[in-house]
Nanobody, 125 residues
Framework: QVQLVESGGGSVQPGGSLRLSCAAS????????MGWVRQIPGQERVGIAA???????TYSDSVKGRFTISQDNAKKSLYLQMNDLKPEDTAMYYC???????????????????WGQGTQVTVSS
């Protein structure tokens, strides 16, 4: 049974940091493009960070320079270090996996092969 389980969300003040984790099981973790998707209520899901099977890392412009994605294949885990958080980062964050290759960060937001239940991040003073 495939599972992606996110953790690490919470409430933080603007300028603060959070680290999200995603524990994967039930599939070949290192054979997929892995990434993070977020969704603000009433808006579409958006891919914000991805690591492809060949190690290529991609970020959306909205988080580039502030967020860092990483993975530990031995632990089958994906991480997202989020620094300098802003109120507009408030959203539900999902871990997702899809087939590797060009455009992965975008495909993660639309019917990925696997995705988790999400973890809420709230940035507010």
């Amino acid at each position: 049974q495939v599972q992606l389980v996110e953790s690490g969300g919470g409430s933080v003040q603007p300028g603060g940091s959070l680290r999200l984790s995603c524990a994967a099981s039930g599939y070949s973790f290192d054979g997929y493009c892995m990434g993070w998707v977020r969704q603000i209520p009433g808006q579409e899901r958006v891919g914000i960070a991805a690591i492809d099977r060949d190690g290529t890392i991609t970020y959306s412009d909205s988080v580039k320079g502030r967020f860092t994605i990483s993975q530990d294949n031995a632990k089958k885990s994906l991480y997202l270090q989020m620094n300098d958080l802003k109120p507009e980062d408030t959203a539900m964050y999902y871990c997702a996996a899809d087939f590797p290759g060009l455009g992965c960060i975008h495909r993660l937001a639309y019917k990925p092969d696997f995705w988790g239940q999400g973890t809420q991040v709230t940035v507010s003073s």
